[in-house]
């Protein structure tokens, strides 16, 4: 399984971003899709994630802010984020997981956001 992940840049505080990633691979249908960051010196937290079903999960930080989306045809899980500040500068990471006989967990190289105050 391979995650690409694409949309990272600098932005200024206030600005919107759209983060993508397409996973490929063999995926399980049933899965979850998410994003995480790590921010210099932090641990990695949770950003946002959504199940193939629709159900979603955001981190206290950005429930409000951002939006997470996915198409489960192309595998592929966005995030739009809006209000950008600056404690958002971070490697945003994308992932896919998914639960059989064992947990699968994949991570993508991650994008950098930096968001000039």
């Known amino acids: 399984v391979q995650l690409q992940a694409s949309g990272g840049g600098l932005v200024q505080a206030g600005g919107s971003l759209r983060l993508s990633c397409a996973a490929s691979g063999s995926i399980f249908s049933h899965n979850t899709m998410g994003w995480y960051r790590q921010a210099a010196g932090k641990q990695r937290e949770l950003v946002a994630r959504i199940s193939s079903a629709g159900s979603i999960n955001y981190g206290d930080s950005v429930e409000g802010r951002f939006t997470i989306s996915r198409d489960n045809a192309k595998n592929t899980v966005y995030l739009q984020m809006n209000s950008l500040k600056s404690e958002d500068t971070a490697v945003y990471y994308c992932?896919?997981?998914?639960?059989?006989?064992?947990?699968?967990?994949?991570w993508g190289k991650g994008t950098l956001v930096t968001v000039s105050s």
């Open positions: 992932n896919v997981r998914w639960t059989t006989l064992a947990t699968m967990d994949y």
